[in-house]
């Protein structure tokens, strides 16, 4: 599985986008990205998963080059509710033959700030 | 609430002692996965069941740990002898495979194990 390095941490004042980027620079082929968030004492939920250019959902937008080996996760207007760790993870898919078996990092702990 | 639910949410229990998780996957959820993740850390995958099958194990699954999926609803982890490096959030996910398409995983919010 492709290793992903994100940053440890971010700061941002509420209302304001955050982008948080994700280089995983052996990513293969059929490798897709997959962002999940985490709150204390709560497990991952998925936010966005990506294959190229860009998706959007109502969460979040995810931007993908071309080369793939990096990904950026935008969070439009942050609020205090969006302080958690981020996690990028590549490998998994929909259409995968196999399990769903999810390697995280150690994420990115977004503050957001009043 | 339909999501994936995991009992107890708490357990401190001292070492050497055996302990059992138990989760209840989303009803339609044919996957079930079991992590643990310790402060600080990501998840780590400890295994994972296709209905009753048990199909993958980490080799973080020592022997002391075992998993089960009886009757492809709800799932057991029990760690035997449970020592201080026990201690982590153990978290379950379950997801759907159907014609040939994955849901995404869905994580229960965890127990929480301290093992004094």
């Known amino acids: 599985l492709a290793k992903t390095t994100q940053p440890i941490s971010m700061d941002s004042y509420e209302g304001q986008e955050v982008n948080i980027t994700c280089s995983h620079n052996n990513i293969a082929t059929n490798d897709y990205i997959t962002w999940y968030q985490q709150f204390p004492s709560q497990g991952p939920r998925f936010i966005i998963q990506g294959y190229k250019t860009k998706v959007t959902n109502e969460v979040a937008s995810l931007f993908i080059p071309a080369d793939r080996k990096s990904s950026t996760l935008s969070l439009p207007r942050v609020s205090l509710s969006d302080t958690a760790v981020y996690y990028c993870l590549v490998g998994v898919s929909y259409s995968g033959a196999g399990s769903y078996q999810l390697t995280f990092g150690k994420g990115t702990k977004l503050s957001v700030i009043p | ?116």
């Open chain 2, 1 to 116: 609430d339909t999501g994936v639910s995991q009992n107890p949410r708490h357990k401190i229990t001292k070492r050497g002692q055996n302990v059992t998780f138990r989760c209840d996957p989303i009803s339609e959820h044919n996957r079930l996965y079991w992590y643990r993740q310790t402060l600080g850390q990501g998840p780590e995958f400890l295994t994972y069941f296709q209905n009753e099958a048990q199909l993958e194990k980490s080799r973080l699954l020592s022997d002391r740990f075992s998993a089960e999926r009886p009757k492809g609803s709800f799932s057991t982890l029990e760690i035997q002898r449970t020592e201080q490096g026990d201690s982590a959030m153990y978290l379950c996910a379950s997801s759907e495979r159907q014609g040939g398409m994955n849901t995404e995983a869905f994580f229960g919010q965890g127990t929480r194990l301290t093992v004094v």
